[in-house]
């Protein structure tokens, strides 16, 4: 996709290869996850519950998505953070920030056009999924 073509926001038919990238990713590790793709006003495209995943996963995926292009930061950076003395535990008072990896912003020339957000399984699992589906848009 060339720049001209750059819609600026994450459409249904990109939401949808992104998807399918993740949950190749998930399948092949044998995770069962929920993948949600945000467009760039944090409002969902599409969702995934794959066969056996969570419900719990569902408003945790949706969440990280959400932070992922609220913030602009992949939510590991937040996960990161919990433990260190800046900015610590103040982070769980924003009830915006959702702290655990699995969200990933989706970029398309160098412009951040949405977010991916996974969950279901161990975090750095799910930032795995996260950042293959978040890459599909570069192939």
């Not at 399984?121 to 950042?131: H, K, L, M, T």
Request: overall charge negative.
């Amino acid at each position: 996709m060339s720049s001209k073509d750059c819609k600026c926001t994450v459409t249904l038919d990109m939401a949808k290869q992104i998807v399918h990238a993740a949950e190749d990713e998930a399948s092949k590790n044998k995770w069962n996850m929920v993948i949600v793709v945000v467009d760039n006003g944090g409002y969902m495209v599409a969702m995934e519950r794959m066969d056996g995943a969570i419900l719990g996963a569902i408003d945790v995926a949706h969440a990280k998505a959400r932070t992922a292009i609220m913030f602009k930061r992949p939510t590991k950076a937040y996960d990161d953070m919990i433990g260190n003395e800046y900015p610590g535990a103040r982070l769980l008072s924003n009830p915006e920030i959702c702290p655990f990896e699995g969200g990933v912003p989706i970029m398309l020339n160098d412009e951040i056009i949405g977010a991916i957000g996974v969950s279901g399984n161990a975090p750095s699992n799910d930032g795995q999924v996260a950042e293959v589906g978040a890459k599909a848009m570069a192939r």
